[in-house]
T-cell receptor, first 118, second 114 residues
Framework: KQEVTQIPAALSVPEGENLVLNCSFT??????LQWFRQDPGKGLTSLLL?????REQTSGRLNASLDKSSGRSTLYIAASQPGDSATYLC?????????????????FGQGTILTVHP | ETGVTQSPTHLIKTRGQQVTLRCSSQ?????VSWYQQALGQGPQFIFQ???????GRGNFPPRFSGLQFPNYSSELNVNALELDDSALYLC?????????????FGDGTRLSIL
């Protein structure tokens, strides 16, 4: 059974700091890994998706790395801003199903609550 | 391009009642997945529909059921509601049921059980 763990559970930093969020997963047989952002009471916004054959992805101030063999990913946020305050969720896609059917499902960590104060 | 939309946004029910939540998938997406997110937790996979058939299910009891329509929109039905069913229910759509395509999420339906 795939399990995803995120560390730390919460993080509070001053504006301008560079920070790292960590994600680990127990089963390396993944198709991809996604990092999501969730604002309070809202749905999920996909930030970065790394396919299993890739090592990293970058978007603006965000950089995510993937080490599939060790079951780890990190999300690096450069020059943090108050607008970055949110919950960050890591999720891996694994293949499920049997008997001729297959489907991809996401398994999520519990998230890291990030607060960036001015 | 219209994204994933869910309705209603909020719902209050009492124990034992039944509820139906709705989801319109993003244009061009034929796969819809439903997730339950309890307060302070990550989302948990309920089930997935691909071309109107359920093709995968998580660890949820049979009172959680669903439908997908020819236009790929979907419903989540929950019977005999329990207090623990209080959660944010998220719908996600993707192009294709195999799983290596990114899933795009709606804003969810907040269900409260009294």
């Amino acid at each position: 059974k795939q399990e995803v763990t995120q560390i730390p559970a919460a993080l509070s930093v001053p504006e301008g700091e560079n920070l790292v969020l960590n994600c680990s997963f127990t089963d390396s047989a993944i198709y991809n890994l996604q990092w999501f952002r969730q604002d309070p009471g809202k749905g999920l916004t996909s930030l970065l998706l790394i396919q299993s054959s890739q090592r990293e992805q970058t978007s603006g101030r965000l950089n995510a790395s993937l080490d599939k063999s060790s079951g780890r990913s990190t999300l690096y946020i450069a020059a943090s801003q108050p607008g970055d305050s949110a919950t960050y969720l890591c999720a891996v896609t694994t293949l499920g199903g049997a008997g001729g059917t297959s489907y991809g499902k996401l398994t999520f960590g519990q998230g890291t609550i990030l607060t960036v104060h001015p | 391009e219209t994204g994933v939309t869910q309705s209603p946004t909020h719902l209050i029910k009492t124990r034992g009642q039944q509820v139906t939540l709705r989801c319109s998938s993003q244009s061009g997406h034929n796969t819809v997945s439903w997730y339950q997110q309890a307060l302070g937790q990550g989302p948990q996979f309920i089930f997935q529909y691909y071309r109107e058939e359920e093709n995968g299910r998580g660890n949820f009891p049979p009172r959680f059921s669903g439908l997908q329509f020819p236009n790929y929109s979907s419903e989540l039905n929950v019977n005999a509601l329990e207090l623990d069913d209080s959660a944010l229910y998220l719908c996600a759509s993707s192009p294709g049921g195999y799983g290596n395509q990114p899933q795009h999420f709606g804003d969810g339906t907040r269900l409260s059980i009294l």
